[in-house]
């Protein structure tokens, strides 16, 4: 399957099928194959995430696209901070953010470090890939064809292949940034009325190191980690929701930012 202007081949269940024409994208990354195939990974995947909950495909996308990709990521997403303070979960739109003075930001870190201490908590950057498609921000940006072709019957049919269920009807997504103190604590992806079967992420960042933090660890019912992933390149983790997993603290001297695409595959 390969990115490509072609209005026929842009399925999105998000759209309604006469909004589709207009909504394919153009520009210099169409003609980009997209997903890789290997029938003895998906076999192998499927058996791992029948019997653990979760797996790894590695090389999921073509290597052309997965470095676009992390191009768009690193130099044009405009991206909100996502947090969770002693006020609740928020989203901080990328000027305010940036044009916070040193006591702002501060007491907007404290409040995060508080929530967290006693709840829930979270603090990366996001761009709502639904939501911006939706209402037709950013014309052009890579992430909305991507989402197109997510939930194109080619990729839903490889997913399939590996998860056997079947209902998975389309793909929510998200791009994520985690930077220095970035973090996400530990949950389990339930949400009343959403219908979420599997998670996944799409892991974009090269040259990771395990010191740098980041990393995604999946727990069991004592919060204890039975599995640590590093965030490896162009790398598809997919697990069970529910699955108990946190993504640990970037430390401040990681060398480049944790870049993915994360998201759920919904019934």
């Not at 003895?40 to 797996?55: H, I, K, M, V, W």
Request: aromatic content about 8%.
């Amino acid at each position: 399957m390969r990115l490509q202007e072609n209005p026929k081949s842009c399925v999105n269940p998000y759209v309604k099928k006469s909004e589709v024409r207009s909504r394919c994208v153009s520009g210099p990354h169409e003609n980009l194959s997209v997903i890789s195939d290997n029938p003895d990974t998906n076999e192998q995947a499927a058996r791992e995430l029948s019997q653990q909950g979760y797996t790894r495909l590695p090389g999921f996308l073509e290597p052309e696209l997965a470095e676009r990709l992390r191009r768009c990521l690193l130099h044009e997403v405009p991206w909100t901070l996502a947090c969770r303070t002693e006020q609740g979960s928020q989203t901080i739109p990328n000027d305010r953010y940036a044009s916070m003075d040193e006591e702002a930001a501060q007491s907007l870190y404290s409040s995060i470090q508080a929530a967290a201490s006693t709840d829930f908590g979270f603090a990366y950057e996001s761009y709502m890939m639904v939501t911006a498609y939706l209402e037709k921000r950013d014309p052009g940006l890579l992430l909305h064809q991507l989402l197109e072709f997510l939930n194109h019957p080619q990729t839903l049919a490889r997913l399939t292949a590996v998860t056997g269920d079947s209902t998975v009807a389309r793909l929510d997504a998200q791009a994520t940034c985690y930077r220095s103190g970035h973090f996400l604590r530990y949950h389990n992806d339930l949400a009343e009325g959403e219908a979420r079967r599997f998670a996944f992420v799409l892991n974009l960042s090269q040259n990771w190191q395990a010191d740098w933090g980041g990393l995604l660890q999946i727990l069991d019912g004592r919060h204890e980690v039975v599995e640590t992933l590093m965030p490896s390149y162009n790398s598809l983790t997919l697990f069970r929701v529910p699955l108990e997993h946190c993504v640990s603290m970037v430390t401040p001297f990681a060398a480049e930012p944790r870049l993915a695409i994360t998201g759920w595959l919904r019934q």
